[in-house]
């Protein structure tokens, strides 16, 4: 966490009690009990969640269709409440913070980057966020056209994002998130609609944002990409925790 | 109780009828109590329609004020020094508002007990284009479409870290104003994409159309369908009088 986070944080009177860094450090995100269901259905998405989550490295979440991998990621950052349990964000309940606050903590990339879009052109979505939380001009110039750069979105800076092909939207989506740089990101199936090239251009700047100590969750069906970068794999299966494993052999157990 | 689509439709269009032409309190109130009444018949969950409507009761209240207020006339019932408040005609214009547009939900939450494949279906049957009838249909489903579209676009704006409870309300509305665009032409590139969609399946292909699903009208079906328009106009020359 950067120093501007924290006197921003402390602005806003966010700060909680303690030593925050070495509190994040502990347990960035924690989910106990976790259960999940829809209101009016008794079946429930997601039942018995237990994760924490330190800040740091880079997690994949895996499983099959419908076991609720992203009912589970935005629970994580408040579009949805769960049924149970609690989740803990910075050693605070979740539904102490508003979403514009989680949003400043995550950044959260939408299975659909169609739910995510809401600017008239690529470059303003890019610098929303940026803008809106009071960045120079310069620094929002600067951030934008290094993402609309290293994401290869220059002929589109422009154009209207819902014109944008699949793949040219899902990089949008990520740069958009990433040109914020939350302390912690979840990215919903980045790769979906990503060519073989720009799926390594992902892999590479994810490398250097988990190396500059931050964390992330990648929600992904795609094997090669979560092996390549994931420090830990969590399995879900029929809304449970399958398997929580450290990916570069930590030892790994059954929930 | 199992209608056909038709029959439900000639039930709603008779209630918001009567909704229309009765003026009075203690009218609309009756006909609301039937409305509801014939919701239970239906089996609908009262508490979950009222769930959601929950959002929308504040309105209900604002244009009850609004009505109290500006409707002039009767007895006056609350002021402030010459300035008039309440009086007795706003109060009951403001009540027959409220219960009018309360009939009309109730009489829409009817037909919501049919899909919509029932009603273009049913609304063929009555020699409406089918072009026409699918049209009706897609406005509809698209109702909720854009509200989804309106509540993705504020979480996403939250989410980028833009506090809109604390937004002043010039920055709202510079906010919301900018946002309008993009989530109008959103929808309308959605439309237009479920319009490709639904040519490439061969939509208007040919100038009718078959369907999977036919329709009977039972001899209850029949039998509403005379009795509720005739209800209806005998109601309203009682009113007349």
Redesign the interface.
Known sequence: MTEKEINMMKQAGEMPAGNIIEETRKAFLELSQIRFSWP?KRTAVLSGINLTFTGKGITAVMGPNGCGKTTLTKLM?G?LSPTSGEIRLEGRSLREY???????RIG?V?QNP???????SVAEEIG??LT??GEEPEVVRERVNFYLDYFELLPYRDQ???HLSYGEKQRLAIA?VLA?EPRFLILDEPTVGLDIYRKKLLEQHLHKVAESGRGIIIVSHDNRFVNQLARRVITLENGQVKWDSDWRGKGNHEA | MKLDPRTKLVMVLCITTLAIVYNTPGALFLLLAATIGLLFLFRINLI?VMGYLKPYFMLLLVLFLAQCIFTPGGEVLLAIGPVRLLGTRGLLMGTSVVLRLLIVIAAAVLLTTSNSRDFISGLVHWKVPYEIAFMVSITIRFLPVFRDEFI??V???????????QVSWGRKIDLFR??F???V??AL?KAQQLSVAMEARGFRAYPRRTYLRQLFLTRLDICLMVICPGLTLFLIGLHMI
């Open positions: 009016g950052v579009i508003t979403l514009a606050q989680i949003g400043r959260y939408f169609d739910h995510q879009f809401f600017c008239s929303f966020g809106h939380l209207f994002p819902l958009a914020g | 979950g993705n676009v979480t996403a704006v939250q989410l980028r870290g833009v506090e809109l409870k900018r946002l665009f993009p989530v032409y959103g590139l």
